[in-house]
């Protein structure tokens, strides 16, 4: 009497590995994929970030664009007379650049260019080196910001040096409309990561709120 033998053939074997390979590569695949999008995902995140913080910074800078204080200056109240052709443009606006004369918030650290001392009711003077402080007038920083595209890379430029504010950066464009009421400043970033091949578009409108001063 024979015995029966159990067992795997070569043809059960290999359609075995077969489906087993077919499986792997299928999982590779869906990891592969899974793996690109999070790292298209990640990427696209940064760049959002870094151009929100950007876009913001040069808002801020905006609105503080021609703030020189709770009175209208005068040509008599510049001490430095260099300092009235920067406070009568405080908005300048080039190939890839953005440059504003600005009042500064106390977070601001550093010397600044000019120094408004005023009393808020009929004195303001416009000084370039900080006059010695007094309890009875107000001292303003006031400052020239400058942001410039230089190759790919936002930079943020004032008198106590720059640095960089965002990079892969392809393009800045920067745009005043005229409108009633004051009219605005339309901002644009193309942001670009170069690994991904991934591109951004970002853009912003900012209001203005001052003109300077009395020419």
């Given at each position: ?46 760049l959002q970030d870094d151009a929100r913080l950007a ?44 440059e504003l004369v600005v009042g500064e918030t106390v ?101 203005l709120r001052n003109s300077g001063f009395d020419s």
């Amino acid at each position: 009497m024979r015995r029966m033998q159990a067992g795997f053939g070569l043809l059960e074997v290999m359609q075995a590995l077969a489906i087993g390979l077919m499986v792997l590569s299928a999982a590779s695949q869906l990891f592969v994929s899974a793996h690109q999008t999070w790292r298209l995902q990640g990427a696209a995140l940064r760049l959002q970030d870094d151009a929100r913080l950007a876009l913001l910074r040069m808002a801020q800078d905006i609105r503080m664009a021609g703030m020189f204080g709770c009175l209208r200056l005068k040509h008599d109240d510049f001490v430095d007379p260099m300092a009235r052709q920067a406070f009568a443009q405080p908005l300048l606006i080039g190939p890839s650049s953005l440059e504003l004369v600005v009042g500064e918030t106390v977070e601001h650290t550093g010397r600044p260019d000019w120094t408004l001392v005023t009393d808020c009711r009929t004195e303001s003077r416009v000084h370039k080196d900080p006059p010695s402080p007094t309890g009875k007038l107000m001292a303003l920083r006031i400052s020239r910001h400058r942001y410039e595209l230089r190759g790919s890379t936002l930079q943020f430029i004032w008198g106590g040096g720059s640095q960089p504010l965002i990079e892969h950066v392809r393009e800045m464009q920067v745009t005043q409309v005229d409108a009633p009421g004051g009219g605005r400043v339309d901002l644009r970033l193309t942001l670009f990561e170069p690994t991904l091949q991934l591109e951004q578009r970002h853009e912003l409108s900012v209001a203005l709120r001052n003109s300077g001063f009395d020419s």
